[in-house]
């Protein structure tokens, strides 16, 4: 199954600054996801990306705070812009496996 | 839209004692999923459920899938402290292919030794 490489792994970040997140697979993958999970709650899923192709946002997230990239097969970033402690909470990245899905190993962002 | 409810939110058992979660969603299901998250890590992918009425099993646990596939629940025999964690439940709308999942709430799990 697939392994995925997630960075940073954490991050403390001022408020109004933007910070990318990174996922590298070693294989390549159609879609990758992107998850937020705050502290104690459950997963909610940000976006969807495919390779070549504008992300699909799920209801309440949206590209100009969320900005995804997808260059290649293997690889995806994600954006939080103009941060706000609202946006402190642990981001994941996923790809589906047989029967299921992994997930990166997150990352864990506070906003001060 | 799609829901997936999970209950209950938390649960404490004394080490050998049995667990369970539940998992009930608005919709039927393409299929369901369960994972594992320890403290501090990331969820870890446990079994995926498709057919109605199924019932599959990994040792100490065991997974159904109600005959709706609208229902679904987790069962742990004689828990032991490595079992501690979040378990979630996932469910998909479409194949797994095209799908997005619905986690549930999850259920935090903590065995007392």
């Known amino acids: 199954s697939a392994v995925i490489s997630q960075k940073p792994s954490r991050d403390i970040c001022q408020r109004g600054t933007s910070l990318t997140i990174q996922c590298q697979v070693d294989?390549?993958?159609?879609?990758m996801f992107w998850y937020r999970q705050q502290p104690g709650q459950s997963l909610t899923l940000i976006a969807t990306a495919n390779q070549g192709s504008e992300a699909t946002y799920e209801s309440g997230f949206v590209i100009d705070k969320f900005p995804i990239s997808r260059p290649n097969l293997t690889f995806s970033t994600l954006t939080v812009s103009n941060m706000s402690p609202e946006d402190s909470s642990i981001y994941l990245c996923?790809?589906?496996?047989?029967?299921?899905?992994?997930f990166g190993s997150g990352t864990r962002l506070t906003v001060v | 839209g799609q829901q997936v409810m999970q209950i209950p939110q938390y649960q404490h058992v004394q080490e050998g004692e049995d667990f369970t979660t539940y998992c009930n969603s608005s919709t039927t299901l393409s299929n369901i999923q369960w994972y594992k998250q320890r403290p501090g890590g990331h969820p870890v992918f446990l079994i995926q459920l498709v057919k109605s009425g199924e019932v599959k099993k990994q040792k100490r646990l065991t997974f159904q899938f109600g005959e709706a596939k609208k229902n679904s629940s987790l069962h742990i025999t004689a828990t032991q402290t490595t079992d501690v964690g979040t378990y979630f439940c996932?469910?998909?709308?479409?194949?797994?292919?095209?799908?997005?999942?619905?986690f549930g709430r999850g259920t935090q799990l903590t065995v007392w030794p």
């Open positions: 996923s790809v589906e496996i047989r029967d299921g899905y992994t």
């Open positions: 996932a469910g998909a709308d479409r194949g797994s292919t095209l799908g997005r999942l619905y």
């Open positions: 294989s390549q993958v159609t879609m």
